[in-house]
T-cell receptor
Framework: GDSVTQMEGPVTLSEEAFLTINCTYT??????LFWYVQYPGEGLQLLLK?????DKGSNKGFEATYRKETTSFHLEKGSVQVSDSAVYFC???????????FGAGTRLFVKA | DAGVIQSPRHEVTEMGQEVTLRCKPI?????LFWYRQTMMRGLELLIY????????DSGMPEDRFSAKMPNASFSTLKIQPSEPRDSAVYFC????????????FGPGTRLTVT
């Protein structure tokens, strides 16, 4: 079945550092890909999305590019802030379906 | 829009008791999802509905768990009898059946079974 694998955390960075969180997927067809973010005590919220190969999703300085050849959707941000501290989930929506498969989540700590 | 509403936000109960979690999806959304989140197992899809009809309940852990959606604006997840291993945060999410199908999550219900 479809699956999502993302790098284990926690990831600890200093403010203004560059962030990469790796995500790879296994799926048939052409799934839509997502990054969700979960702040402490809250539900998940959509950060960005991409629906087809080579699409780049972006929001709040975060970016991710849908790479079909490497089945990857890595999350990047050029300069992180303390307020970016959260858990980040990579996810895919199965082709032709409505279930969303979530990765295990990667916790990010940003130090001032 | 008020977003997805869940109640209660926290529930503490004793083993063997019945627990009912409630969810009000965003108006106009025709998909509703129930998830469970634990440190050990991460985020698990329990069941989802389309237009109030259960579509896939393969994630429901056992017969102690049941979910209903009597109308488009209300769903419940019931655990009877509850066990300590049911302790988790339970999320409800909703989405439209068109577009990119992004899901909107509620704030969750933290359940503790002692």
């Amino acid at each position: 079945g479809d699956s999502v694998t993302q790098m284990e955390g926690p990831v600890t960075l200093s403010e203004e550092a560059f962030l990469t969180i790796n995500c790879t997927y296994t799926a048939t067809g052409y799934p839509s890909l997502f990054w969700y973010v979960q702040y402490p005590g809250e539900g998940l919220q959509l950060l960005l999305k991409a629906t087809k190969a080579d699409d780049k999703g972006s929001n709040k300085g975060f970016e991710a590019t849908y790479r079909k050849e490497t089945t990857s959707f890595h999350l990047e941000k050029g300069s992180v802030q303390v307020s970016d501290s959260a858990v980040y989930f990579c996810a895919l929506r199965e082709t032709g379906g409505f279930k969303t498969i979530f990765g295990a989540g990667t916790r990010l700590f940003v130090k001032a | 829009d008020a977003g997805v509403i869940q109640s209660p936000r926290h529930e503490v109960t004793e083993m063997g008791q019945e627990v009912t979690l409630r969810c009000k999806p965003i108006s106009g959304h025709d998909y509703l999802f129930w998830y469970r989140q634990t440190m050990m197992r991460g985020l698990e899809l329990l069941i989802y509905f389309n237009n109030n009809v259960p579509i896939d309940d393969s994630g429901m852990p056992e017969d102690r768990f049941s979910a209903k959606m009597p109308n488009a604006s209300f769903s419940t997840l019931k655990i009877q009898p509850s066990e300590p291993r049911d302790s988790a945060v339970y999320f409800c999410a909703s989405s439209r059946g068109t577009g990119t199908y992004e899901q909107y999550f509620g704030p969750g219900t933290r359940l503790t079974v002692t």
